[in-house]
């Protein structure tokens, strides 16, 4: 008990508005037993006075896990269900033009259970005035935050606004209040920022490489027995599957496209045809839209479904893809964003994979790319293996809500 309490405390489960999902919570709860049964069973190896089974140490760390995961969803879905009424809410602002200010707002708004309430914006604000008040001038902002009882302040500052932050912060010197940086650039938003020493220099290091040597090994094995086990597991859904698109689309089972992978390398990628045969013969390359007239009747299902993507462990077995990573891209599509968009071509330091850290946040089909592309290279920046299990967990949550599918 008391190598696990130490351990949670260490992960953050105990801090308050930590604001943590389901699968968050269930994963540090997995992560923080294991820690603390190998710990114990460290101990318990040098311990020669009795001898502990291992099925006994099986026992603990499955129940442990499933009592410990079930208690804390019961108390996060009674948090979120008290938010939901209006109680126990954190009171928050915005201060700040950039557009990231309206995307975080939406954010907060739809997602009532997070336990903040944006009351309104301090300073004028071009993307937000038709959505939130205006609670004053920023060059009062310790006098709005004392009077409208603010504990929490985004700021999202454009490039033009950049040098007020250390005003803001000097404003509210000796305030109870917690200050979340909305960064003004993609650049800025998905680096992933540690402070180091060199021999007694401080030195901010903002890029590194993807994953080590032993970790891309390690990913690939886990690719290659992952994918193996369920082509073989899934055979007859795969056949079944291939026998209703040769009976509905007209056209050839698979359908084979060039895409961009790790490093900008190409590959072929395979799906089942959902689209009827020379579907981009008159517009050419071009996005799918929800309710593309393209799209077949037994395609609509398998897209929503997506059961289309599952060739694509194929992929995942030959080397080219990943089971998690940035979604591929066409060539054509590639050379558009890479002018665009900021930082893009990092998306490419990783394999492509099937799903992603933007596919489980709900941005498939036809959404900004923009904002795939600053999940993308969060995942590149920030990739470990048990955040790979997240993906593939939160995956499954996804596909059976079926989330912006087209």
Request: glycine share 10%; net charge positive.
């Amino acid at each position: 008990m008391l190598v696990w309490l130490l351990i949670f405390r260490a992960l953050g489960l105990y801090g308050t508005k930590r604001n943590a999902g389901r699968i968050d919570e269930v994963y540090l709860v997995v992560k923080g037993v294991t820690l603390g049964m190998l710990a114990v069973m460290a101990v318990a190896f040098m311990y020669r006075g009795f001898s502990y089974s291992r099925l006994v140490f099986t026992l603990i760390w499955l129940t442990s896990i499933l009592l410990m995961s079930f208690g804390r969803i019961l108390l996060l879905g009674l948090e979120r269900s008290i938010h939901r009424r209006g109680s126990g809410l954190v009171r928050a602002a915005i201060t700040g033009s950039s557009d990231w200010g309206r995307s975080l707002y939406e954010k907060v708004h739809h997602h009532q259970g997070l336990g903040i309430q944006i009351v309104g914006c301090i300073g004028r604000n071009s993307v937000l005035e038709d959505r939130l008040p205006v609670l004053g001038e920023t060059q009062d902002i310790g006098k709005i935050v004392r009077r409208e009882d603010i504990s929490v302040l985004f700021l999202a500052l454009d490039e033009t606004e950049t040098s007020q932050l250390l005003f803001l912060i000097t404003e509210c010197s000796g305030l109870n209040v917690k200050f979340y940086l909305v960064p003004n650039a993609l650049e800025m938003m998905t680096s992933n920022i540690r402070l180091e020493e060199l021999e007694g220099i401080p030195v901010l290091k903002i890029k590194d490489v993807a994953m080590s040597s032993w970790n891309y090994v390690f990913k690939r094995l886990f690719d290659v027995a992952v994918s193996s086990v369920v082509l073989v597991f899934l055979l007859p859904v795969l056949g079944a599957v291939a026998l209703v698109v040769a009976l509905g689309s007209g056209g050839g089972i698979i359908y084979r496209q060039r895409r961009v992978g790790i490093d900008g390398h190409e590959f072929e990628l395979v799906k089942f045809r959902t689209m009827r045969v020379d579907a981009e013969k008159e517009t050419g390359p071009v996005w799918a839209v929800r309710g593309d007239p393209r799209v077949t009747r037994i395609g609509r299902f398998l897209r929503r479904s997506s059961l289309d993507e599952l060739p694509q462990l194929w992929n995942v077995l030959k080397g080219d893809m990943s089971l998690v990573g940035p979604r591929p891209e066409r060539p054509h599509f590639v050379q558009q964003f890479r002018v665009r968009i900021p930082k893009y071509l990092e998306r490419h330091r990783v394999k492509s994979g099937i799903t992603g850290w933007a596919q489980v946040h709900g941005l498939r089909g036809n959404v900004p790319i923009e904002e795939r592309t600053r999940y993308d290279l969060y995942y590149v920046e920030n990739w470990s293996f048990l955040m790979d299990i997240k993906i593939l967990l939160m995956t499954v949550l996804v596909v059976f809500k079926g989330q912006n599918a087209c």
